[in-house]
């Protein structure tokens, strides 16, 4: 019978530890992006050929028309945008009818009422409008200076925004 060499345990014991280490990091990594959403990547021709479709903040496909229950607020410390000029705020309260948990709320800026619409920005409570949401990419990419600050003044972080656009006022409430 041939007898096994004598080695230590301590580097195969550190190796363990460094290894579970690594193990709760990457578990703890993990868990902290689990509730993050995992991006898909989606090419502007399925866009446009309709075989992808994004719902919008209002819950609806971007550019569906909808019946939006919606009033003008005035200005609200957490709307504001640019301190200079402070926004009214539009709330949506319910989509086609079905009333929101809680209310939507757009800057004014973040809000288009059409030409011709016989909607107008006012303060007369709740009121039923027909609008649709578009979603557009705003600001500079970092990258475009190359790590250095930009020459342009911005307000707006370079990320992807949503845009109400008002028909028209359906009927008085």
């Known amino acids: 019978m041939r007898t096994m060499p004598k080695r230590s345990v301590a580097p195969v014991f550190m190796l363990l530890c460094c290894l579970s280490a690594c193990g709760l990091a990457w578990r703890s990594a993990l868990s902290k992006e689990a509730g ?11 866009l446009r050929n309709g075989e992808v479709i994004i719902i919008g903040q209002l819950g609806q496909p971007v550019g569906a028309v909808v019946q939006a229950k919606a009033e003008w607020l005035a200005p609200v410390a957490s709307m504001i945008i640019s301190k200079s000029a402070p926004t009214d ?17 757009f800057s004014s800026r973040e809000v288009e009422i059409l030409p011709g619409s016989d909607a107008k920005h006012s ?36 990320a992807v925004y949503s845009r109400i656009h008002v028909i028209s006022i359906m009927k008085n409430e």
Do not use: C, H
């Open 36 to 46: 993050a959403a995992k991006a898909t990547k989606v090419t502007f021709d399925q």
């Open 89 to 105: 705020t539009f709330s949506i309260s319910a989509i086609n009818g079905v009333e929101m948990p809680e209310p939507l709320s």
């Open 123 to 158: 303060t007369r409570g709740l009121q039923a409008y027909r609008l649709y949401e578009t979603i557009e990419f705003r600001g500079i990419p970092g990258a475009a200076w190359n790590g250095a600050e930009s020459p342009v003044a911005t307000e707006e972080e370079f």
